[in-house]
């Protein structure tokens, strides 16, 4: 059961779906992805305000070097209902008050000499200038929010202007995690002979975590069908169940063997690329399972060429692939594998434009390189030797 990239991809974003939406309070919405439409409840401004601190005149009282009482103060805040200002008069009024009646121009304070009370105009004044009219920034009916759209800072101040406290977005998937093998022990506790701490789940929580869905460790299942099969039932409660190590050909690999007997239906066990091969995919109930493979650096890239695209999916997003871009290779860069190759490399931005060279030793056990790395080439099967100076695609992580 070896698939393409392309056609694991296509297998694994067939069966994960959009989840259901969720009403989320405003101080948790930042990245989430929309699922309802936002019209806005109102003109923004909702009335007509100033612009600057200044006074509130009457442009055809306004002439350069023309004087004018003035018989009122406006701060911000207050209400302008019996406030007026009349011919010859201002109103001192302060950014985002309301525009008095008689009103039709502000002129901001650095464009007149205030002497007690009385103001002398630098300059002519137009009608309208300084004065922000209601609706002129956002028209009441106006559709401002789309579903699909990823909220940012912005999408919230409109919603929180708009006296919304919370908005329907699409549910945050909970994505299990579990780690198995008899060498493994959490973090914390020591090592004892031929025993490794358990590192994997903390990098697949971290990329979950990056993504903002929400992780969730099972703990360590020993290499054998009975603890397995414990943390797979478990684990078949989330949304994304993630297994790490066990599922290739060792006579200690029990993974697939579980999964099978728990119900899930496997779309295959094996991708055509280099690291993550060994990654399979299953699904049960909705619940999305990828068996990948137990060294660091393939969990990490297969999470990112696969599992990442689907939780994107789940979430909303339609931008589910990081967007590819072309770099000009320094050095040589191989691919004997046969397969789909992602290498590891340091991208730099020159004047030139982007430029890659290896992040080193491309050995698959060699976390060091990932380390170095802030990037990866893609090199088709078919791209066996890049030399100097050829170019390459290339996506950031
Ligand atoms: P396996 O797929 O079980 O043959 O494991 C492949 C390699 O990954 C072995 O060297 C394991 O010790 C290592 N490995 C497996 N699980 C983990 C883990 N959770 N954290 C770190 N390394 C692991
Ligand atoms: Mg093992």
């Known amino acids: 059961m070896a698939v393409s990239l392309q056609e694991a991809r296509e297998l694994v974003l067939s069966k994960c779906l959009p989840l259901a939406s969720e009403s989320v309070g405003l101080l948790e919405l930042v990245g989430r992805v929309a699922a309802e439409e936002v019209k806005a409840p109102c003109n923004l401004p909702r009335w007509d305000n100033s612009e600057m601190d200044g006074f509130a005149v009457r442009a055809a009282d306004c002439r350069a070097g023309g004087q004018l009482r003035v018989t009122a103060y406006l701060p911000a805040g207050k209400s302008a209902e019996n406030i007026r200002v ?13 525009i008095p009646a008689g009103c039709d121009a502000i002129v901001p304070i650095e464009n007149v000499d205030d002497v007690n009370g009385v103001i002398t105009l630098k300059t002519a004044v137009a009608v309208e200038d300084y004065i922000r009219a209601s609706g002129s920034d956002i028209a009441y009916g106006e559709v401002k929010i789309q579903v699909g759209t990823v909220l940012r800072a912005a999408e919230i101040n409109l919603l929180a202007a708009f006296n919304r406290l919370d908005m329907h977005v699409v549910r945050c998937p909970k994505v299990a995690i579990l780690s198995t093998g008899d060498e493994l022990v959490p973090p914390g506790e020591i090592p004892g002979a031929g025993q490794i701490v358990d590192s994997n789940a903390y990098s697949l929580a ?3 975590r990056e993504i903002g869905a929400v992780p969730q460790l099972l703990g360590i299942a020993r290499d054998n069908f009975e603890s397995i099969l414990d943390k797979v039932i478990q684990g078949l ?4 169940l993630i297994t790490t190590a066990g599922a290739s050909a060792g006579d200690r690999d029990f993974v697939y063997e579980t999964l099978n007997k ?13 690291p993550g091969g060994p990654s399979g995919f299953g699904i049960k109930d909705g619940t999305a399972v990828f068996s990948l493979p137990g060294n660091p650096v393939s969990s990490m890239i297969a999470f990112e ?31 004997n594998s046969g397969k789909t190759r992602f290498l590891r490399v340091r991208a730099q931005d020159t004047d030139n434009g982007l430029v890659v060279e290896s ?6 056990g060699v976390l060091n390189t990932m380390l170095r790395a802030n990037a990866l080439v893609v090199l088709p099967a078919e791209r066996r030797e890049v030399g100097a100076g050829e170019s390459v695609d290339l996506h950031f992580f």
């Open 86 to 98: 009349i011919s010859g008069c201002a109103v001192r009024i302060m950014t985002g008050a309301p």
């Open 359 to 364: 992040a080193g030793n491309q050995n698959t």
């Open 206 to 208: 971290a990329a979950v």
């Open 305 to 335: 060429e696969l599992v990442r695209p689907a939780l994107l999916k789940m979430m909303g997003h339609r931008n589910l692939l990081r967007p590819l871009q072309k770099a000009k290779v320094k050095g040589i860069l191989r691919n």
């Open 262 to 274: 728990s119900g899930v239906e496997q779309l295959f066990q094996r991708v055509v690329m280099k």
């Open 237 to 240: 409660q989330a949304d994304i």
